[in-house]
């Protein structure tokens, strides 16, 4: 008995039973429909194994819209306890565990799945590539990434939420002020899909530096490309830091050491740099990729080249190397003397002057062009106002004197959702807009997405924007509840009204694919936006090895190239094409790392045990394999161009 | 065009918003250390202001004559790589502003965090403050007074706090005197504050801290000097003798209300600075160590930096 009582959630609720009801129906429910369709197989062989990019990107991309999901529920329920004062709907402890879950699943799982999503779709095909370097690898990131989400997606079910905060700092996050299990499904959630972010980054790196088609210098790749490279170079310096931050927490968890303990030798202010030596890397690996995003969309609906490619290049990598010393902005409040926090201060706003640099080249962007406000514009058109006002209240907590009274307030709080809202959630929804045809072969209705554009942006500003002013005000983040005489009620009202309609838009581009999948014409051709890069160059949808021939660039627009300056991209005969095969193994060794995470998580040391040797196991096995790939034949190809030629020259 | 008329809309609401109500309390400082960051506060907005109407005109300006439906059929948009002229401009401008900023920076950085000018020949009045889940423990050495989750100020004295946590990290706050500093287990920090005019300041731990966070609030009370020591002196003659075992109790999770004591918790459970702090490093050893003579009536206790 005593076994299953650890599984048992602490603080239960009705909320929290109604949603364990609704996700074990919802799962029957999937587990029947597909056995009813006799989809197995078909998910089995097309998915569930794919090593191609694409599907990958694609399986990214409903994760982290799902994730969005999850967390925005989050989001509204405390805006929803938060509007009123006094509010009693959350008590302390849930929504202690809700604002950390939001967060969490926020960052990690949705924000980051969603740029690599992105990335995974759009990088091959910008390089003229066929796949990414290391397929497999990459099949075993998604799943790794999809076990660590889905283990702490059980913990509001099982043992507990974590409560300690996104930023889980010690010693709270510790075992004597958070006893259930819920810190442990932090570290090993974000252990395990860190390791396959870790291997994304290497395989981003590798394919970017090493897979372009001939012509494509580093200064010819496509912007999101370059934002790309970049993001996966800081991946691969800041994520080894997150990595052995969490080992240490789950030893003093777990195994009784004392490294972020305030005894024995051991230091809580440890954490919180270990941290921010990640996190704050971690926000620029959010937002370089959405800067890609813009620089793409922005040219391809001004209908002019990028401006300042160069400038946008260098400041990227000067960005890189400057969010590595900034990290103290996150604590200035910790004690360290005015000399520290100086010089932590000036390199923070240093930091602004790069992403100043890139808002006049989008600015620079437009003119002269031929602006064309299309969803994806609109967001982009969106993103700069909003985004400026963020990075300067950035600018505004880096005055250190300052952020001893905006830090913990709800300043800082619309600050960074002031930049992670316009900045990385548009850039996504601009994005998916954007490639979406490439990716299913049908446009999202226009209209409906601009009805979604405004209801978010409004939304955004009614939710956010009230919150400087509580902050200023002296309403602390992560509380509760408020009393009445604080005065803090009617904006926080405002705040949650602000929230709904951030809902409401959310539904409404759900709507938009439902609608359009099913009303919207087929025959949209290869390159609906009039666009400039050379994904654009593959037909609709994309088949499986991309390009049947090998493109050659000689710019960073070659397609644009070969649209108006005669350009010719596809120059060799086709050929036979080498391929990677399918493999169950990643989806098996991550299972295998959710029964080693879920086990480590309660200590049940035999399955944590079985696990690691099936884990090795497995690694063992992919050792001895031989796999060499296969070929498609010449005919193959030319079958598979052939309706595809015939179906889009329908379409013209 | 609607975007500007949603801004213009946005701006006006923010202005009644702003108008219709009290000061904000950040904006609305008792004290100079609150007065300095509060004039940082408002030079920055307005600096910021700046650069996000020039952005915003630009991109209404680009939108507006370059919109598509303005031009011809068959305009082709020109090719155009950059100029060396236009990019030193939007480089320079943004350093010149950030230099500027900078430099209001450190000068206040360092500014709230010494004892406010005017005030540096006074010996600082001496109060630590210690947080424990979820509340506030205020000792005065010199007073040998304790009070739990309400302190009391002499107007126009600098008043040193010492900050430190018996438990997770929490964070002092009194919007209206001085910005923030985590208090933690470990380490003592430190705070300058002076009040120049009497009344009751909102006070609270600004960093999360668990389940009863919302709550954890205190009161601090500007008096005149003579206010201040009437007020010790009737502490001393009403109060009871704080206890080890009794402060032990207070130690326990919860919420407590406002109370008072004779005697200081310091004496049997020294604050973690000098000897009992948990790292032997730097400033805090010596300042800890004399500070340490000052009231060495601590003899027989364990190491108490294992809380
Ligand atoms: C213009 C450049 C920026 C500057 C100068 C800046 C400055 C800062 C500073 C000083 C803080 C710490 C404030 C405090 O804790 O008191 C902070 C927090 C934060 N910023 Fe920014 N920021 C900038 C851009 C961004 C971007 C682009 C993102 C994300 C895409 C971002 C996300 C965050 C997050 C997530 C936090 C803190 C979260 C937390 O404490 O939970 N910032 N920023
Ligand atoms: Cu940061």
Redesign the pocket.
Known sequence: MEFFERFAIPHPSPLIYASMVAIGLTMIAIVVGITYFKKWGYLWREWLTTVDHKRIGMMYIISALLMLFRGGADAVMMRLQTAVPDNTFLDAQHYNEVFTTH?VVM?IFMAMAFIIGMMNFVVPLQIGARDVAFPRLNAISFWLYFAGAMLFNISFVIGGSPDA???NYFPLAGTEFSETVGVNYYMWALQISGIGTLMTGINFIVTILKMRAPGMTLMKMPMFTWSALITNVIIVFAFPVLTIALLMGTLDRQFGTHFFASTNGGMDMLWANLFWVW?HPE??I??LP?FGIYSEVISTFSQRNLYGYKSMVGSMVLISFMSFL?WV?????MGHGPLVNGIFSIT??A??VP?GIKIFNWLLTMWKGKIRFTVPMLYSVGFIPLFTI???T??M??IASA?YQ???TMF?VA??HN??IP??VFAMLAGLTYWWPKMFGFMLNERIGKWGFWFLTVGFCLAFFPMYITGLDGQARRMYTYSEETGFGPLNMLSFFGAGLMAIAFILIVYNVYYSFRYAPRNVGQDPWNARSLEWATPNPVPHYNFSVTPVVNSSEAFWDSKKNGHQLFKDKIDKIHMPNNSGLPIIIAGLFFVFGFSFVFGIWVGVIAAAIGIFGCMAYRTFEKDHGHYIPVEEIQETEMKLEVRNNENR | MKLKLAFIAFAMLLTTILAGCEPLLVLDPKGPQAETTANVIWLSILTMAIIVIVVITLLVIMLYKYRASKQSEDYEPPHIEGNPFVETIIVAVPVIIVLFLSIVSVKSTYEVESIPEGYDNQEPLVIYASSSNWKWHFSYPEQDIETVNYVFLPTNRPVEFRLYSYGPITSFWIPQLAGQKYAMADMVTKINIVAETPGDYGGRNANFSGEGFAENTFTATALTNDEFNKWVEEIHSTADQLTEEQFNKLLKPGHLGQMTFTGTHLEFAPAPEGEHGGHHHGETQEEGQSNHEDHSSHSNHEDHSSH
């Open positions: 967060g960052i905060g996104w930023t996190g926000v620029y959010l937002i959405a900034v902005h996150h604590f200035f409040t923070t706003m930091i602004a992403t963020g990075g300067v950035g600018v907590l880096a952020d905006y830090h913990n800082l600050h960074f930049v992670i900045g990385v």
